[in-house]
């Protein structure tokens, strides 16, 4: 350490020179120890101090900066990470449609549930849907104090320090108008030029290049050296806000404009259309101009124009009502199919994939694709050592779309569907639906939980992004883990450290792992010994239990144990009022409620779920609006609805924290009945259960 205690002005060039080379090799190696193997030799905070006094040296001697300097490595993983930021208002995402249909649909959608006559005037937005990452970009004062990216859409990563370095995003907005507290979401992107030029600088650099404009946008946002992203030209364009404490218009157009006067980029191909001819029409011209836009977007995004019109639509689990992705058409391209493997997925479904030769389309190379299903592969006859046409389209998995029977080997066979599970060996069977009378398309194992395959799909569920989320558990190592006995059912995760400070082979010393990964992952799975009861049930992986299914039946029955209780006397008892209560609920079907009972009258499923509540605790859904009267109220609407669809007043009604059932019973607090109601009312009169009409349900949540 000898030269470093020289302060960095007293340096000579030469020395300079010596201690970055030495500084070079020793924090290459630093991060060798710690991404490699885990084990880091020093601390944090000396391994900073090292960065520090490297980006010194080089920012008073610039030209000596070496090509393999640790400032320009790329993806050199931080020793910190960005932190966490909680939106106050959910990042969504976009539903999408693919076709002219889809248009039409989308607009008939929103007039059905807005209650619009088909001459009634209903004008959208159409803007390009730009190829990039969103972020949300906070403005307090008229100051940014805060930008974060989408994440998981609740919560996302605090990158304000590289945002700033972005010259499309104000610092300080002048306009007098600008609103008190305003948070703008937009695009964050990169042009095809400056994509070129990064990779270009990083090849010369012997760094890694990207594969597309939108990782390299990614990989330059979420840099822990904000110089780094200084360095590259990344763009933004506005199209959207989060919390805001006053909107500056009553449509999507003026806000829009509000964002120009601001100072804000917004796309000039956006335009306001009048019916679906429009949008189709501004869709054609938006693609048009695609190839010279010189960035890239890959559809065209439909909004409804009118604000109070958005607040009405509201929002499903993941996308808004009231927006719609148009995508472009997908890429094509043909290669060889060298193999069809099975997988079997955490249902025991039979899913064909076709091992490809590996082949660039848009950008991407391919080697995997689906085959849907036995059926698909039967009428399409696509055999094995066939020439196929694939194609993917954004960011869905590519599909073989055909087979070029010019190109077909002369001793091909057709594919043989497997009937016996290829991971466990029992029957595979295409079930006949009992309401239908038809055939399943999908082939399952019936092996149930004695099939390693849906023993690991359910377990790689249960701790994804969207149900126990814990991170340092991906799909690799849940496969190693259950493969060497140390996690074979949901409620190991939480005995793991347990175990493994008795054992003899600790996880450190497992190839790949390391003290500091072993205790992050500890850490991780501490952090979701609580667990919001929504998340519980959707991570369970029951049939047909979406997350959507999931708030339904976390809010109607608000506690883990009242779900238990409720759904072993479903199962206990097929004619009683449990399995009644539980197809009451608006939003739960037959099928989705066979399923859910069906679940819990499994005794393995059920020590399961006993043994995960030995090690957690399961928080009740936070009630949406704790303050509205219906908040907590189980609301049954009945009759004919004239100021909103049922649609409309269910969505409105849940949003206000209330719970929405199809019929009336005993637990029914409010029946909202127009005119024509029938049996439920008469029903209500008799238990007594207040009953108030249309105006007074607007009455009651205040919104006359
Ligand atoms: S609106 C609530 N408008 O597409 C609606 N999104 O697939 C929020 N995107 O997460 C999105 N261009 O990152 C909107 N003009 C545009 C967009 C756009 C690109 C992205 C955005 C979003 C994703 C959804």
Redesign the pocket.
């Known amino acids: 350490m000898s030269v470093r205690t020289v302060p960095v002005s007293d340096l000579t060039a030469e020395q300079a020179a010596a201690e970055l080379a030495a500084l070079a090799a020793e924090i290459a190696e630093h991060d060798r120890h710690y991404h490699v193997e885990d084990a880091p030799v020093i601390a944090d905070a000396d391994y900073d101090a090292l960065r520090q006094r490297n980006e010194a040296i080089e920012a008073r001697f610039p030209h000596l900066a070496r090509p393999d300097s640790p400032s320009k490595r790329v993806g050199a993983t931080p020793s910190e990470k960005f932190s966490k930021v909680q939106h106050a208002v959910a990042?969504?995402?976009?539903g999408n449609a693919f076709g002219d249909e889809d248009v039409a649909d989308f607009a008939k959608t929103v007039r059905r549930f807005l209650s619009l006559a088909d001459d009634d005037p209903l004008t959208f937005t159409a803007?390009?849907?730009?190829d990039g990452?969103?972020i949300s970009l906070r403005y307090e004062q008229r100051k940014l104090v805060m930008a974060a990216t989408?994440g998981d859409g609740a919560e996302g990563e605090n990158v304000t320090a590289n945002v700033r370095t972005i010259k499309d995003v104000p610092e300080h907005v002048e306009s007098a108008d600008f609103p008190e507290v305003f948070e703008v979401r937009g695009?964050i992107y990169l042009s095809h030029a400056d994509f070129a030029n990064i990779n270009e600088k990083q090849a010369d650099a012997g760094a890694k290049t990207f594969a597309n404009p939108r990782n390299a946008a990614a990989g330059s946002l979420r840099q822990l050296d904000s110089s780094i992203t200084a360095s590259r030209p990344l763009k933004f364009f506005a199209?959207?806000w989060g919390e805001v404490s006053r909107l500056p218009g009553e449509t999507q157009w003026d806000i829009l404009d509000a964002f120009r006067r601001w100072g804000f980029p917004v796309n000039d191909l956006t335009r306001v259309c009048e019916n679906v001819d429009q949008l189709l029409a501004q869709y054609a011209e938006i693609e048009l101009h695609r190839a010279g836009l010189g960035y890239d977007i890959d559809g065209v995004?439909y909004k409804v124009n009118r604000l109070d019109y958005q607040d009405r639509l509201g929002a499903r689990s993941r996308t808004?009502r009231w927006?719609v992705?148009h995508k472009f058409a997908a890429e094509k391209a043909t290669t060889v199919l060298e193999d069809i493997e099975i997988q079997v997925g955490r249902t025991g479904a039979l899913t064909p994939v076709a091992r490809l030769r590996p082949v660039t389309v848009g950008g991407v190379v391919v080697s995997n694709a689906t085959l849907h299903n036995e059926d698909e592969i039967a009428r399409k006859d696509v055999r094995v050592g066939d020439t196929v046409v694939i194609q993917r389209a954004g960011d869905v998995i590519p599909q073989v779309l055909a087979s070029v029977p010019e190109m077909r080997p002369d001793n091909s066979t057709p594919f043989a569907f497997p009937e016996l599970c290829p991971v466990c060996g029992s029957h595979a069977v295409r079930e006949v639906n009992e309401k239908t009378g038809r055939v399943d398309a999908v082939r399952r194992c019936m092996g149930g939980l004695i099939c390693p395959a849906q023993r690991v799909e359910r377990l790689k569920h249960f701790v994804s992004r969207n149900a126990f989320d814990i991170e340092g558990l991906g799909d690799k190592v849940i496969e190693e883990f259950y493969t060497d006995g140390l996690i074979q059912s949901p409620q190991d995760v939480f005995s793991l450290q347990a175990r493994d400070e008795r054992s003899l082979k600790r996880l450190k010393d497992r190839e790949g792992w390391g003290e500091t990964s072993v205790r992050n992952l500890f850490a991780a799975i501490d952090e979701r010994r609580m667990i919001p009861l929504d998340r519980f049930i959707f991570a369970l992986g029951i049939r047909h239990v979406g997350e959507t299914t999931a708030r339904i039946l976390a809010r109607s029955y608000g506690s883990v144990e009242a779900v238990r209780s409720a759904m072993l006397d479903a199962a206990g008892d097929r004619e009683g009022e449990a399995l009644a209560d539980l197809n009451n609920i608006d939003g739960i079907g037959t099928t989705v409620a066979d399923a859910i009972v069906e679940f819990f009258g499994e005794p393995h499923n059920l020590s399961v779920v006993n043994e995960l509540l030995e090690h957690l605790t399961v928080t009740p859904l936070e009630a949406v609006d704790t303050g509205s009267p219906v908040s907590g109220k189980t609301v049954v609407f009945t009759g004919s609805l004239e100021r909103m669809s049922r649609d409309e007043a269910k969505a409105m009604a849940e949003r206000l924290g209330a719970k929405v059932s199809g019929s009336v019973s005993k637990k029914t607090d409010l029946v909202v009945a127009g005119p024509k109601a029938g049996s439920k009312l008469t029903k209500a009169n008799e238990l007594g259960i207040e009953v108030i009409d249309e105006d007074g349900w607007f009455e009651r949540v205040g919104m006359n």
């Open positions: 990042m969504l995402s976009l803007e390009p849907k730009i990452l969103s989408r695009e199209y959207g995004v808004p927006a992705a």
